[in-house]
Structure formats: C-alpha cells, structure tokens
C-alpha cells in the first residue's frame, strides 16, 4: 500500500517562496495521477495542481503562474514550488493520488485515493 509523507511547509512573508515535497513509500507512483490539496481554515478542501502518468499538468486558476508542481519518479517524488506568495495561500496543503483516475476534492471525503497527513504553509502579510 502507497503511503505518502508531506514536507517542507512553513511560514513566510507575502512575496516569498516555499517548496513542498512529497515522498511516497510502499510501492512507485509512476503511474499514479498526483495533485497536490489545500483547505484553508473555514473553507472546502480545493485542488491546487495535479500531474498525470503521461506528463500533463493542470492549475488551478488562482496559483496559475506562481505555482510549480513536478514530479520524480526515480525519487517516487512529487513537488510543488510556490512562488510569489500571498496570505490567502496559507493553508494546510495536502499531497494525493490515484492509479485511475486525476482526484478531486470530493473523493477526499470518499474515501477515493490515498492522501498524506498535510503540511502547513503560512503567509503573513
């Protein structure tokens, strides 16, 4: 069974940068859809970026251009680099993934996927 591990959350200041990691274990991700999740509090789990087994990325509008989502399977790796920081992007980001299918948010709920523990990120203005 996949197991994945978030890192490198954190605090920063508005217009700085973070890079977050997530390592699975218990088997490759290779072909697996990853996505990385935040939930801000008081509000609904959303899906910040995914990468697909094929090499397709999508965003989600309010990261598109500050955000980076790669992947390195050699690593059984997954990595968002966030730049350009603002205080709505503090949250606790998640890391997840599914052999079928892209998840959304919902399968969370679902029990859908296999998802990390989550890391904090905080942007202070």
């Known amino acids: 069974q996949v197991q994945l591990v978030e890192s490198g959350g954190g605090s920063v200041q508005a217009g700085g940068s973070l890079s977050l990691s997530c390592s699975a274990t218990g088997g490759s991700i290779r072909r697996y859809c990853m996505g990385w999740f935040r939930q801000a509090p008081g509000k609904a789990l959303e899906k910040v970026a995914d990468s697909d087994a094929d090499g397709g990325f999508d965003y989600a509008h309010s990261v598109k251009g500050r955000f980076t989502i790669s992947r390195d399977n050699a690593k059984n790796t997954l990595y968002l680099q966030m730049n350009s920081l603002k205080p709505e992007d503090t949250a606790v980001y998640y890391c997840?993934?599914?052999?079928?299918?892209?998840?959304?948010?919902?399968?969370?709920?679902?029990?859908?996927?296999?998802w990390g523990q989550g890391t904090q990120v905080t942007v202070s203005s």
């Open positions: 997840a993934g599914d052999r079928i299918t892209c998840l959304q948010a919902r399968d969370r709920e679902h029990g859908g996927g296999i």
